[in-house]
């Protein structure tokens, strides 16, 4: 197993992002039982990595000394691969981290969508030491909250496609997707018991995803996925064009 260990990117973001974490506002579902279907979205998972409450504290500790007093459990990081559809409307298949708490209590769900990278080796669902998304990932999956963390087109499963950067409709979509295989995965993972609370946060690249994200999910209600949508709390992101 690899250590882990935080990057210095991510210790400068940290006091940022933490901050926002704690004044993010929930978006509460409708509380309506899904038929039993097969999955429209989900194409497979796989188990990346588990990480020991231990190991989460060492690195907690490293960036403040206040975090591990927040820190609950360990942590299981899976990648998935899922449905959604390039800007030119053709469907592909993308990819994503879905960081798991190790806990019995029914717990919300934190999708967070990544800031600016620029190689595939830095996208979430490789969850190699010192990215954004083993870092700030697994802490936040160590207070107790499922993560969900999509790579965005160009990056992971999708890597052989141009990354649209800044491109609102293909974050929101991709984003969007990802929740949706994320609801079928944690289907297949009884272990884990989510609430139906869903928190949206970014920064950089990702505060633009986050923005996009929540105009698709106030836009139109989603068959398979169904959230009213209450508010966001967004770290260093780029204005939405008019």
Not at 19 to 42: H, K, M, R, W
Not at 103 to 121: A, C, F, K, P, Y
């Amino acid at each position: 197993m690899k250590k882990f260990t935080p990057s210095f990117y991510f210790q400068k973001i940290y006091i940022l992002v933490f901050g926002c974490f704690l004044f993010l506002t929930a978006c509460d579902s409708n509380n309506t039982p899904d038929p039993i279907v097969e999955n429209q979205y989900l194409e497979d998972d796989s188990l990346i990595r588990e990480i020991p409450k231990e190991t989460i504290l060492q690195s907690a500790t490293a960036l403040s000394p206040l975090l591990p007093g927040f820190v609950k459990n360990g942590v299981k990081a899976y990648r998935i691969t899922y449905k959604t559809k390039n800007t030119d409307g053709n469907e592909i298949i993308a990819s994503g981290a879905i960081i798991l708490p190790v806990t019995d209590q029914s717990v919300s769900m934190i999708s967070v969508q990544h800031g600016t990278i620029t190689n595939d080796e830095s996208a979430p669902s490789h969850f190699n030491p010192g990215s954004e998304g083993a870092s700030f990932g697994s802490l936040f999956g160590s207070l107790g909250y499922i993560i969900a963390y999509p790579d965005y087109i160009g990056y992971g499963a999708s890597k052989g496609y141009p990354h649209p950067y800044e491109h609102r409709a293909s974050l929101a979509s991709a984003s969007l997707d990802m929740l949706r295989a994320a609801k079928e995965f944690l289907k297949g993972h009884a272990e884990v018991k989510w609430d139906e609370k869903l928190y949206i946060a970014g920064y950089s690249e990702g505060g633009y995803a986050t923005m996009s994200l929540q105009k698709k999910l106030k836009k139109k209600l989603h068959r398979n996925l169904t959230f009213e949508l209450r508010a966001v709390e967004l770290v260093h992101m780029t204005k939405l064009p008019s």
